[in-house]
């Protein structure tokens, strides 16, 4: 079973752009939850969606945004780009959203901003 | 804010045991205790989860504070390969919350 996949590996975008990042979860799996990890911040979590509808959200501010297809496919939107959002964004997927789960990360997506 | 805390690194001789200990003050009753390791340039890894009582597996074995305010993940043998970052982690309410990780060094 192929894991979960994240595209664009790299991106280098200029402070003020905006960006999208895509993630295909593992065949089978409803829930794809985002997450930013920086050296300062550690692993912080964004949100998740399961069924094209956002179950929860962390406390990021409303440029960070993102949304499921009926695929379970799944991108995430930064838009006004910050130096502070050059981070390694990463996906994970798990096959519902009970409370005993595994969940299945790609290897995530290096975006500098500059 | 849920608080979990790991110490910064750790390390261990090659084929010794490993106890990587994690503080989460705030854990609620229902949470599930989570554990993943991240290897370089890698997405974190799945490791083991546990609710109250101890929990094994291929790869781990998880021990949790009667209290639940802590727990300790074991590595039998340490090998090579284990030499990673560890993660603990929880989902209180409706959020995620990860430890700040701990960097274990395996020594030949």
């Known amino acids: 079973k192929a894991g979960v996949t994240q595209t664009p590996r790299y991106l280098i975008k200029t402070r003020g752009q905006q960006v999208t990042l895509s993630c295909s979860p593992i065949?089978?799996?409803?829930?794809v939850s985002w997450y930013q990890q920086t050296p300062g911040q550690g692993l912080q979590f964004l949100f998740e969606?399961?069924?094209?509808?956002?179950?929860n959200k962390g406390n990021f501010p409303g440029r960070f945004s993102g949304r499921q297809f009926s695929n379970s496919r799944s991108e995430m939107n930064v838009s006004t780009l910050e130096l502070g959002d050059s981070a390694l964004y990463l996906c994970?997927?798990?096959?519902?959203?009970?409370?005993?789960?595994?969940?299945?990360f790609g290897p995530g997506t290096r975006l500098t901003v500059t | 804010d849920a608080k979990t805390t790991q110490p910064n690194s750790m390390e261990s001789n090659e084929e010794e045991p490993v106890h990587l200990p994690c503080n989460h003050s705030?854990?609620?009753?229902?949470?599930?205790i989570h554990w993943y390791r991240q290897l370089p340039s890698q997405g974190p890894e799945y490791v083991i989860h546990?609710?109250?009582s101890n929990v094994n597996n291929r790869m781990a074995s998880l021990a949790i504070a009667e209290d639940r305010k802590s727990s300790t993940l074991i590595l039998h043998r340490a090998t090579l390969r284990d030499a990673a970052v560890y993660y603990c982690?929880?989902?209180?309410?409706?959020?995620?919350?990860f430890g700040t990780g701990t960097s274990l060094t395996v020594i030949p």
């Open positions: 982690t929880h989902k209180t309410g409706n959020q995620f919350y």
């Open positions: 969606y399961f069924s094209e509808t956002q179950r």
């Open positions: 546990g609710l109250t």
């Open positions: 705030t854990i609620s009753g229902t949470d599930y």
């Open positions: 994970a997927s798990r096959s519902g959203t009970g409370v005993s789960y595994e969940q299945y």
């Open positions: 065949s089978g799996h409803r829930s």
